[in-house]
C-alpha cells in the first residue's frame, strides 16, 4: 500500500535555528515526490517536484533532497515568515490518475 | 493568471441537507482533482477528471457523493443527503498532464 510518513509532527526553532523535515514513504513506483507550503486557512502552495534518487532541488532557504525510501526538507536560517505546515505527497506509478498521496504534514513554528 | 478557485469557502448545513462546493480551474487544466482533509487526518484524493470525464473515483466515500464536470470547465461536488463525518476541508486542485498540482483554499464544510 503506498504511504507517506511525515515526521516530526510539529518543530519549534528560533529564527536562524536550521533544521530538517522528513519525509518516508513506500509506493508502488514513484513518479514524482511534492513538497507543498500550506497556510492557515489557505491550500497547499506548491514548493518542489524531486522525481529521483539523488535529486536536489533549492529555493530561498528551502532545499529539498530526494533518496529511495525518503525526502528531506532543510531549512537554514529561518524566518517567522517561514512558520507554516509543510506537506509531502507521492505520486504513485501504479496510478495513471496523477493522484497524490499525501503525509499528515509537519507544522512549523519560528520564533523571532 | 488566475489560480484554482473555489466556492463557498466555508458551509454550515444541517445533518440531511445538501450542499454543493463548486471549483474552477486553471484556464487550459484538463486534470481536474478533488480532495478532502478530515481534522486530524491527511489530505486524501476523492476523484480525478480529465476534461469532462471521470478517470478515477476511487476516493469518493459513497453515493452520496456526486461530482461533475460540465464541458470540462468548473466542476461541482454535491453532498446529499450530508452527515457529521462529511465535515472538513474539500480541495479542488487542477494540472496540466504530468506536472504539479496546483491547489484553490479550499472550502470548510461543517455538517451539525
Known amino acids: 500500500e503506498d504511504q507517506v510518513t511525515q515526521s516530526p509532527e510539529a518543530l519549534r526553532l528560533q529564527e536562524g535555528e536550521s533544521s530538517s523535515l522528513n519525509c518516508s514513504y513506500t509506493v508502488s513506483g514513484l513518479r514524482g515526490l511534492f513538497w507543498y507550503r500550506q497556510d492557515p486557512g489557505k491550500g497547499p502552495e506548491f514548493l518542489f517536484t524531486?522525481?529521483?534518487a539523488g535529486e536536489e532541488k533549492e529555493k530561498e532557504r528551502l532545499k529539498a533532497t530526494l533518496t529511495k525510501k525518503e525526502s528531506f526538507l532543510h531549512i537554514t536560517a529561518p524566518k517567522p515568515e517561514d512558520s507554516a505546515t509543510y506537506l509531502c505527497a507521492v505520486r504513485p506509478g501504479s496510478s495513471n490518475t496523477g493522484k497524490l498521496i499525501f503525509g499528515q504534514g509537519t507544522t512549523l513554528q519560528v520564533k523571532p | 493568471e488566475a489560480g484554482v478557485t473555489q466556492f463557498p469557502s466555508h458551509s454550515v448545513i444541517e445533518k440531511g441537507q445538501t450542499v454543493t462546493l463548486r471549483c474552477d480551474p486553471i484556464s487550459g487544466h484538463d486534470n481536474l482533482y478533488w480532495y478532502r482533509r478530515v481534522m486530524g487526518k491527511e489530505i486524501k484524493f476523492l476523484l480525478h477528471?480529465?476534461?469532462?470525464?471521470?478517470?478515477?473515483e476511487s476516493g469518493m466515500p459513497n453515493n452520496r457523493f456526486l461530482a461533475e464536470r460540465t464541458g470540462g470547465t468548473y466542476s461541482t461536488l454535491k453532498v446529499q443527503p450530508a452527515e457529521l463525518e462529511d465535515s472538513g476541508v474539500y480541495f479542488c486542485a487542477s494540472t496540466k498532464v504530468g506536472t504539479e498540482a496546483f491547489f484553490g483554499q479550499g472550502t470548510r464544510l461543517t455538517v451539525v
Open positions: 524531486l522525481y529521483s
Open positions: 477528471f480529465v476534461k469532462e470525464s471521470k478517470q478515477d
